[in-house]
DNA sequence: GGCCGCATGTAATCTGTTACATGATTCT
DNA sequence: AGAATCATGTAACAGATTACATGCGGCC
């Protein structure tokens, strides 16, 4: 059996474990304009494309439904597999800071679906991989040599800085 | 004849600046611990594609010199449309945030390198640049509804506003 | 008649990265 | 003898994005 590993494509899932759903109809909730559309464009064929690897990996089974006057459907279902990668992927810290811009926010658009608790168990994940960032650039603020490695690692200590202030405050908003 | 929109590759024009070098060489300096390599990594593989896109377009030249003993080498030799590029690109801002991590970082490199005024000049632009992604965000966040889109507006604004401490930053260490 | 909405996809392209191929010399 | 250095590249693969292909029905 095929594997993927996890990437923003996960997110798909998020939308099924309501109710399946076919792209189309996806695509639709993927860009309003006050959710998910702010953070995360893709196009119709771009989706489609990863509906396929999720079927192709067994997290969706495909179910398809005719009808009259329109073009056939086709619906996606969540497996029990996919129920499971789905949990696995919210909760889960990025593993790059340059992943937070879109993926971290995508998951936390799923995560607070999901629920308070749900919401706060990625943001702590999500804060404690922050400060190991944060730790490392500080060992290697001391290390670095020369006046372009400093002003280099200063950049990033206040890029994981901001983060760290961001993650905090969404935590005051959404815990109670 | 063709052409190449301005990539971080035109940073390699920079080191043909004060003489011409041949691809192993430029890769040595690249891999500097104290210099680029802590930002830009890339493997000869790579950086010999980006020098034919170069002599592609006509920015560099090569002549092939002969060795005894040793594998032929072949240098770049900066044209006068090179030079021009890369005073250009050297100066001009990044015109996405999420390009301040690599690409800004080597054109501060080489800006330091061409002197103090370039540096300031860069940084300058820069600046503004970051200043119109804020008061765009800031005007996103008033007319955003949702608390998930304030959310997002808020780690967009403090991403800008690091970018900008640290410029200014930059620019006290770097100006008189 | 022409454009928009519904509904699905394939193909091409671009960028970035990794793996592989070659071959002489010098160092341990 | 084996590893590292010198020196050049091609090929393959992964990911994201764009462009293109198809076809019906309803609205203006």
Redesign the interface.
């Known amino acids: 059996m095929k594997t993927l590993s996890p990437t923003i494509g996960y997110a798909l899932l998020g939308f099924l474990r309501q109710r399946p759903l076919h792209g189309y109809a996806i695509h639709q909730q993927l860009s309003d304009p006050?959710?998910l559309g702010?953070?995360w464009q893709l196009k119709l064929s771009q989706l489609y494309a990863l509906l396929g690897k999720l079927e192709e990996v067994d997290y969706v089974t495909t179910e398809v439904e005719m009808q009259t006057s329109r073009p056939p459907r086709k619906l996606f279902h969540l497996t029990a597999a996919g129920e499971e990668a789905f949990a696995m992927w919210v909760r889960g810290s990025v593993t790059h800071?340059?992943h937070?811009?879109l993926e971290f926010?995508v998951k936390?658009?799923f995560a607070?679906q999901e629920g308070t608790t749900v919401a706060l168990q990625l943001l702590a994940n999500q804060r404690a991989q922050c400060q190991l960032w944060l730790s490392a650039e500080q060992a290697k603020v001391e290390e670095?040599?020369?006046?372009?490695?400093r002003?280099?690692h200063?950049?990033r200590l206040?890029?994981i800085?901001?983060?760290l202030?961001?993650l905090d405050?969404?935590q005051g908003?959404i815990g109670v």
């Open positions: 006050v959710g702010q953070v800071g340059r937070l811009r926010l936390l658009y607070r670095s040599a020369g006046e372009y490695g002003l280099v200063r950049f206040g890029q800085q901001a983060m202030a961001w405050d969404c908003v």
